[in-house]
């Protein structure tokens, strides 16, 4: 399978500019410079950077503070040597967590509208270095009956980037929360520089034991990998329909979260990195590692420390 140069192991700095209380002290301190060099230091070659719309949004126009976030992030990705994917987490009127109460989207086409806009906005600013930053539409669409609004959305919103941002790679996901099982679901490529995008959390009751947020699994149970059955062999079969869909489509496949819960062993989650490494590097599935610190999944916290060296030499 094809495979995309530059983002083959990569690192995401969730809850910076996304989930987040949005004060200044988190803005501008929760990821600092040093934090790239480290991920630049751990053979990372990219980060990705979840984004919420509100972050860049103002009540009459643009809010330049978080744009200058955003430009302050892929400043510090260039000086380490690392790509970047910009991630919008969140737009007006949906996010993948129904808590936070964004609804709306799919069907009200002024939120639409200003989706397009905003991603006009994005390729404006960073579209003009194609080889080093990447844009990913939407974080993790929900429920299936999005799915053929979702299609048509993604389709009209690459089309308006393009006169912007002409060679950028833009990332596209399904429902289920970016399920690679949805790859299926996802309408042909725009144009050769778009990419097929899934998360892999499999199997949830595994890399989610003890999720206090998860409601439609059991995942009171204390697990070890071997209990959990995810060998090679099972993400094998489970991403073969998505390499196979990838391949009829001449793109790439690519995953841009994946990880293992805070309330697991560490070494029980090491076993699981090695053996989805394991299938990324057969197929050229370039992928990025949720998440870099805390957001009860994060690879540079101290509990860490005794497979952190082992972890990042197979990420």
């Given at each position: 399978?094809?495979?995309?140069?530059?983002?083959?192991?990569?690192?995401?700095?969730?809850?910076?500019?996304?989930?987040?209380?949005?004060?200044r002290e988190?803005?501008?301190n929760?990821?600092r410079?040093?934090?790239?060099?480290?991920?630049?230091?751990?053979?990372?070659?990219h980060v990705?950077?979840?984004?919420?719309?509100?972050?860049?949004?103002?009540?009459?126009?643009?809010?330049?503070?978080?744009f200058?976030?955003?430009?302050?992030?892929?400043?510090?990705?260039?000086?380490?040597g690392?790509?970047?994917?910009?991630?919008?987490?969140?737009t007006?009127g949906?996010?993948?967590d129904?808590?936070?109460g964004e609804?709306?989207?799919?069907d009200d086409?002024?939120?639409q509208?200003?989706?397009y806009r905003l991603w006009?906005e994005l390729?404006?600013r960073f579209?003009?270095?194609?080889?080093?930053?990447?844009?990913?539409?939407?974080?993790?669409?929900?429920?299936?009956r999005?799915?053929p609004?979702?299609?048509?959305i993604?389709?009209t919103?690459?089309?308006?980037?393009?006169?912007?941002?002409?060679?950028?790679?833009?990332?596209?996901?399904s429902y289920?929360?970016n399920?690679?099982?949805?790859?299926?679901?996802?309408?042909a490529?725009y144009?050769?520089?778009?990419?097929?995008?899934?998360?892999?959390?499999?199997?949830?009751?595994?890399?989610?034991?003890?999720?206090y947020?998860?409601?439609?699994?059991?995942?009171?149970?204390?697990?070890?990998?071997e209990?959990s059955?995810?060998?090679?062999?099972y993400?094998?079969?489970?991403?073969?329909?998505?390499?196979?869909r990838?391949?009829?489509?001449?793109?790439?496949?690519?995953c841009?979260?994946?990880?293992?819960?805070d309330?697991?062993?560490?070494?029980?989650?090491?076993?699981?990195y090695?053996?989805?490494?394991t299938?990324f590097?057969?197929?050229?599935?370039g992928r990025?590692a949720?998440?870099?610190?805390e957001?009860?999944?994060?690879?540079?916290?101290?509990?860490?420390?005794?497979?952190?060296?082992?972890?990042?030499?197979?990420?």
């Amino acid at each position: 399978m094809k495979q995309w140069n530059g983002f083959r192991k990569g690192i995401n700095l969730g809850g910076w500019l996304s989930q987040c209380d949005y004060s200044r002290e988190r803005l501008e301190n929760f990821i600092r410079e040093d934090d790239l060099a480290r991920i630049a230091s751990w053979g990372a070659d990219h980060v990705r950077l979840p984004i919420d719309y509100n972050v860049l949004e103002a009540e009459n126009g643009w809010n330049e503070y978080g744009f200058d976030r955003v430009t302050t992030a892929v400043g510090w990705a260039r000086k380490h040597g690392l790509n970047i994917v910009l991630d919008l987490h969140k737009t007006a009127g949906f996010m993948f967590d129904q808590a936070v109460g964004e609804t709306g989207f799919f069907d009200d086409e002024r939120l639409q509208e200003r989706f397009y806009r905003l991603w006009e906005e994005l390729a404006r600013r960073f579209g003009g270095d194609p080889e080093h930053v990447a844009f990913e539409l939407l974080n993790e669409v929900t429920e299936e009956r999005f799915s053929p609004i979702w299609n048509r959305i993604a389709r009209t919103c690459i089309s308006r980037i393009r006169p912007i941002a002409p060679d950028t790679v833009i990332l596209v996901g399904s429902y289920h929360n970016n399920s690679v099982q949805a790859v299926l679901a996802l309408d042909a490529p725009y144009d050769d520089r778009v990419v097929y995008n899934f998360h892999c959390y499999d199997p949830l009751v595994f890399t989610h034991q003890h999720a206090y947020w998860v409601r439609h699994v059991d995942v009171s149970r204390d697990l070890t990998w071997e209990q959990s059955g995810a060998t090679p062999a099972y993400f094998e079969a489970l991403f073969a329909d998505a390499i196979r869909r990838a391949e009829e489509m001449g793109t790439v496949l690519y995953c841009g979260e994946y990880g293992v819960i805070d309330r697991t062993a560490p070494e029980e989650a090491l076993k699981w990195y090695r053996a989805i490494h394991t299938v990324f590097e057969k197929h050229h599935i370039g992928r990025c590692a949720w998440s870099y610190k805390e957001m009860d999944f994060g690879i540079a916290d101290e509990r860490m420390d005794g497979v952190r060296e082992e972890l990042v030499g197979v990420l």
